[in-house]
């Protein structure tokens, strides 16, 4: 059994199947209802991947190691979506390639959270660590290697802050519509995520 495991061919139409065909539900560590998703998707350890729900991914692939990819409801990307929970270790006297995960020193993993009502443009890549916020639309292309506020405008390599699509009033209407009041920004806090990310957005002019 071990021989076929280490075969080659065997591994490479095993992956073939896997990304055409897809996961058992139950080996995610959350699949919720209406989650959409358009082969080919490749997704190493499907038990740190959480789908909240009303997701859609395609042709994705998504690397969940030692940490978790966590996809809340009403969030989805286009073609292409690149996830990386985790890095590459160095140690010194050592190639990269022969340190394994069991080698690995902390710190090099870390969980990537896509919030509630997020839209993901084409072939962006996702790295370790990063959150992105409730609401927030990234750009196709972008590279984000940090966390982007709720109700943001992010693109580039590496991914900035652009704008806040909407004024103070206008998200506080959208929440209202759509979550309960205790899971909706206050005002207080909208405005002070907007002087934090205005004041940096004033410094980089």
Known sequence: MSSLKNNRFIRGLYHIYRSYFGYSKRRYGYYGKGVTIIPPIHIDNPKNVFLHGDNGLNNASISATNACFIMKEHSGAAEGLRVS?????????????????????TGYDHDVVVENDVWIGR?????????????????AGAVVNKSMPPYSLCAGVPAKFIKFKWSIDEIIYHESQ??????????????????????KEETTK
């Open 85 to 105: 929970t985790g890095n590459h270790a160095m140690i010194l006297g050592r190639f990269y390639r022969s340190i394994t995960e069991a080698e690995k020193p």
């Open 123 to 139: 072939n962006v890549t996702l790295l370790a660590g990063v959150t992105i916020g409730r609401g927030c639309t990234i750009a």
């Open 178 to 199: 759509l979550y309960p009041e205790n899971e909706r920004y206050t005002r207080e806090e909208l405005a002070t995520i907007f002087a934090r990310y205005q004041r």
